[in-house]
């Protein structure tokens, strides 16, 4: 089983750019389909990205499509977000996590591994 450690959040003004890595310890990453959530003061977690095991499915939270994109590097057990064009509403802490699942399963999961998540923070 991985284990899952996001790094790169932090403080940012609208419109400038922040780069999630994810980084998955254990045996058989690439068994794994992947998806970034986030979760902001007093609201649901919410699903922002996802990648299945093969990179074959990329999928987006419309809030985020066009601006973020997610990546996988399985040579290296890392997987990414890169955010670009943030605003003030994409404050939140983002979690990694990580699930056995088919890629029509990468939205809905459910994603059994989870990371500690990571604060990003967007000034206006």
């Known amino acids: 089983q991985v284990q899952l450690e996001e790094s790169g959040g932090g403080l940012v003004q609208a419109g400038g750019s922040l780069r999630l890595s994810c980084r998955a310890t254990?045996?058989?990453?690439?068994?794994?389909?992947l998806a970034w959530f986030r979760q902001a003061p007093g609201k649901e977690r919410e699903f922002v990205a996802g990648i299945s095991w093969n990179a074959g499915r990329l999928v987006y939270s419309d809030s985020v499509k066009g601006r973020f994109t997610i990546s996988r590097d399985n040579a290296k057990n890392l997987v990414f977000l890169q955010m670009n064009s943030l605003k003030p509403e994409d404050t939140a802490v983002y979690s990694c996590a990580a699930g056995l699942l088919s890629p029509a399963q990468v939205v809905e999961g459910p994603y059994e591994i989870w990371g500690q998540g990571t604060q990003v923070t967007v000034s206006s």
């Open positions: 254990g045996r058989y990453f690439h068994n794994y389909s």
